[in-house]
């Protein structure tokens, strides 16, 4: 089934997942792979090459240092890749970008019938995978510009998945560590 999603579904972020990573691959990423990230079919993937991470300066400032997923494909950090939680965090971004693709296809099928436009419509589905992108938007309005990538929808669902609570945090929900971290993070800036 997961396969057929990724066919049908989610073929739009399939095409443009591919494309972001071979658009990299050979100048700023190596090793070309197909196959499954943890449970997702037909997810293409590489790593990023040492220049791209390196730190650099005093500062240390780097290109880029992250793991990145787009779609169906992911561009991972170097010496990542027997991490599963990382594999996990992504195939979380993977899963969501295919939920709101069927959204973006019934949406995209509804527009087609009412308005018997096409292209709107193919553009709505084509579109859908990255509709979560708004959700770094309202998690700026409400947190703060410097929390609008940890606080947004989509990244808290796959931190919670994800993360180790270490013994000193046991018997207690992620979102209530989060909200300890943030306090001692104001109390620090204050
Ligand atoms: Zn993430």
């Not at 005093?58 to 991490?83: H, L």
């Not at 996990?88 to 939920?99: L, M, S």
Request: glycine share 8%; aromatic share 14%.
């Amino acid at each position: 089934m997961r396969l057929l999603l990724a066919l049908t579904v989610h073929l739009p972020a399939l095409v443009a997942g591919w494309l972001f990573v071979l658009i990299f691959y050979g100048w700023a990423t190596q090793d070309l792979k197909l196959g499954k990230l943890m449970d997702e079919p037909l997810m293409l993937t590489s790593t990023w090459r040492n220049w791209v991470v390196k730190r650099r300066g005093k500062s240390g400032w780097r290109f880029w240092k992250y793991t990145t997923t787009i779609g169906r494909g992911w561009i991972k950090q170097p010496g990542r890749d027997s991490d599963v939680r990382l594999k996990r965090h992504e195939e979380t971004h993977v899963r969501q970008g295919a939920d709101l693709s069927f959204l973006a296809l019934v949406l995209g099928a509804v527009t087609i019938y009412f308005t018997g436009d096409w292209k709107l419509g193919i553009a709505l589905w084509c579109t859908g995978w990255a509709w979560q992108l708004p959700n770094f938007v309202t998690a700026a309005m409400r947190y703060g510009l410097s929390n609008g990538y940890r606080y947004s929808g989509h990244e808290v669902e796959a931190y919670a998945l994800t993360n180790i609570i270490v013994p000193a945090d046991a018997g207690m929900s992620w979102a209530q560590i989060f909200e300890e971290r943030r306090e001692e993070a104001r109390a620090k800036t204050s």
